[in-house]
């Protein structure tokens, strides 16, 4: 392949990855008796490498394996369980550039976030590890006499992990890390667009369970299409699935796993919106709404994709916010100074033609980009659009650098906006007023999960429950206590 053959990804190698790839690893080994399919460089369309995706029997093979192993795993105290997390986090740091430039490489986000989301399933290793000396239960007075009654917490055997190409590495460690310490043995199937990213992070944990003398189907990982997917949703033997995707996808999921009465942990679509008040300090707001709508060519969840202001400060914020738009520098996401890499496959970019067309047929105007850019990548121009808030297209998810831009008269009318739409992940609001923050976060405020003041909608910290509510699904990962849904509850 010719992306092998480049000085510049010679750290390909470095990872184990090779021209072709067995994309199962199950009973320890790898293998895959599936379709081979290409990875492309989302910069250029070029191939990076093949792979070849697991069967429905790799499938099999790989589960029973898993569902043997968590015999063993579940009976090791979780303090021990915790050392081997740690171990994880630090094989990752050893890697953390080239994996970051993997992610750069096969997603196409810039390199400094690449680095970033690397770095971001280190820190859940480390949090996990405290963690697993911490999963305590409880002791409740009793009405009985001579009597107390208690609660314990013990794994639930399999988790399964399927997660999306936009945090193909985060959203797995969200997951992983924690049910790892609860005594879970893991099954993840990573998205189909980036399975090298799949492989080399299998390749680094599994490296750890062997060095341990674990069995190394505590960590089963295949690559492959809706298929595996899909087994994963109907196996009685995963108690847990956590699925990161779309509201579509999510919802069949979920309806899936609910019918043989399995729990889901959905992290799905999310409509996100940045309330700017007369007086929000401008410059902090223009500088976040930026990074909230642009970054990662705005394929994040998180991304701002409303933007609510103040009918007296409408028109100053717009305009200097075109200013810093025509700023953005649009290219190679591995190269030094740019912030705004391609979107990630070819689909993606027909997707934003054809929101924009729906955008104009709704009365959208656009302010700013609005086109795709002549190369032979998924290139496209960060989009500032004009619109009603009542607009069908604004309820939907555009995956892309697209911000609607709209106004208000009151915080009330803003908050109606802000929850008018199907989706509740994140939300946020600049301004310097108390009374208007206390409003916003309390229950006549904003219905979403994650609720912000004076910082962007992205960015959200693993120390915080990460979900949103409605159309995106109710689930929560990394932190809080979020590791009580990766256990089962004993009342005794």
Known sequence: MASFARQEHQFLAELGLAPRNPGSFACGAWGGSGPVVTTTNPSN????????????????????????AAKTWMAIPAPKRGEIVRQIGDALRAKLHHLGRLLSLEMGKILPEGIGEVQEI????????????????????????????????NPLGVVGVITAFNFPCAVLGWNACIALVCGNCVVWKGAPTTPLITIAMTKIVASVFEKNNLPSAIFTAFCGGAEIGQAIALDTRI?????????????????????RFGKCL??????NAIIVMDDADIPLAVRSVLFAAVGTAGQRCT??????????????????????????????????????????TTASKES??????????????????????????NFVQPTIVEISPAAPVVREE???????????????????????????????IFTRKPDAIFKWIGPHGSDCGIVNVNIPTNGAEIGGAFGGEKATGGGREAGSDSWKQYMRRATW
């Open 122 to 153: 280190i820190d859940m290793c480390d949090y996990a590890v405290g963690l697993s000396r911490q999963l305590n239960g409880s002791i409740i007075p009793s009405e009985r006499p001579n009597h107390m009654m208690m609660e314990v917490w």
């Open 239 to 259: 108690p847990l699935v956590s699925f990161t995707g779309s509201t579509k996808v999510g919802q069949m999921v979920q309806q899936q796993v609910s019918a």
């Open 352 to 377: 934003f033609l054809k929101g924009i067309q729906n955008i104009r047929s709704q009365g959208g105007k656009i302010l700013l980009g609005g086109s795709a850019i002549e190369s032979e990548g």
């Open 266 to 271: 959905l992290e799905l679509s999310g409509n």
């Open 45 to 68: 369309n070029e191939v990076i490498a093949e792979v070849v995706e697991a069967s429905m029997d790799d499938y099999e093979k790989g589960m029973s394996a898993c569902f043997d």
């Open 303 to 344: 991304t701002c994709r409303r933007l609510l202001l103040h009918e007296s400060i409408y028109q100053t914020f717009l305009d200097q916010l075109v200013e810093v738009y025509k700023q953005v520098r649009i290219g190679d996401p591995m190269e030094k100074g740019t912030l705004l890499g391609p979107l990630h």
């Open 398 to 428: 555009l995956f892309g650098p697209v911000l609607y831009a709209m106004k208000f008269q009151t915080l009330k009318e803003a908050i109606e906006i802000n929850n008018s739409v199907p989706q509740g992940l994140s939300s946020s």
